[in-house]
T-cell receptor, first 114, second 117 residues
Framework: DAGVTQSPTHLIKTRGQQVTLRCSPK?????VSWYQQALGQGPQFIFQ???????QRGNFPDRFSGHQFPNYSSELNVNALLLGDSALYLC?????????????FGEGSWLTVV | AQTVTQSQPEMSVQEAETVTLSCTYD???????LFWYKQPPSRQMILVIR??????QNATENRFSVNFQKAAKSFSLKISDSQLGDTAMYFC??????????????FGKGTHLIIQP
């Protein structure tokens, strides 16, 4: 049983460009959340998707957007990249209702903005 | 908004010793979960232990246990018989429940735990 999978694992982008990161949740999971983890910091909640809709959002600008597909996989899009967007982006999934269910994390996508 | 504070940026202990990592949080919610996650150099976030706020009994998982003091909003992690493989970053995290479902996790800044041979 595959866990949470993320792609790509590493990528380098130029300031001002756009990036798309992808996440496939663990089998049977329908809720996906995205986190940004800067070097030496704890992860910061970006947003959560459930039933193909953004259910909750953290304190991130509109440059950060997402999508959830009918198969529950998800994308994170970041427009107009800034140097400060360089971070590890983590995807997490959980089963119905999220609350109390074990939350599984992927291995993350390393984004470097130059 | 919730906040999670981990006041120990780094700790180092000898193998087989017991170590306690501290965490305090601030919230006005009544329903919530607390977690400890381990993040080794591979950066994979691994759940160590979780505690439901409505349960008075402290959670335990093998060598890992918590001391949950709800009134004091304190949630410390005790690792007994520490092993070299316990070396990692440890994050305390809070998850509330806002009626429409569970909220995203709020993490502390982490404690870097080093187990010395």
């Amino acid at each position: 049983d595959a866990g949470v999978t993320q792609s790509p694992t590493h990528l380098i982008k130029t300031r001002g460009q756009q990036v798309t990161l992808r996440c496939s949740p663990k089998s049977g999971h329908d809720t996906v959340s995205w986190y940004q983890q800067a070097l030496g910091q704890g992860p910061q909640f970006i947003f959560q998707y459930y039933e193909e809709e953004e259910r909750q959002r953290g304190n991130f600008p509109d440059r950060f957007s997402g999508h959830q597909f009918p198969n529950y996989s998800s994308e994170l899009n970041v427009n107009a990249l800034l140097l400060g967007d360089s971070a590890l982006y983590l995807c997490a999934s959980s089963g119905k209702g999220w609350y109390g269910n074990t939350i599984y994390f992927g291995e993350g996508s390393w984004l470097t903005v130059v | 908004a919730q906040t999670v504070t981990q006041s120990q940026p780094e700790m180092s202990v000898q193998e087989a010793e017991t170590v306690t990592l501290s965490c305090t949080y601030d919230t006005s919610e009544n329903n919530y979960y607390l977690f400890w996650y381990k993040q080794p150099p591979s950066r994979q976030m691994i759940l160590v232990i979780r505690q439901e706020a409505y349960k008075q009994q402290n959670a335990t998982e093998n060598r890992f246990s918590v001391n949950f003091q709800k009134a004091a909003k304190s949630f410390s992690l005790k690792i007994s018989d520490s092993q070299l493989g316990d070396t990692a970053m440890y994050f305390c995290a809070f998850m509330g429940y806002s009626g429409g479902g569970a909220d995203g996790l709020t993490f502390g800044k982490g404690t870097h735990l080093i187990i010395q041979p």
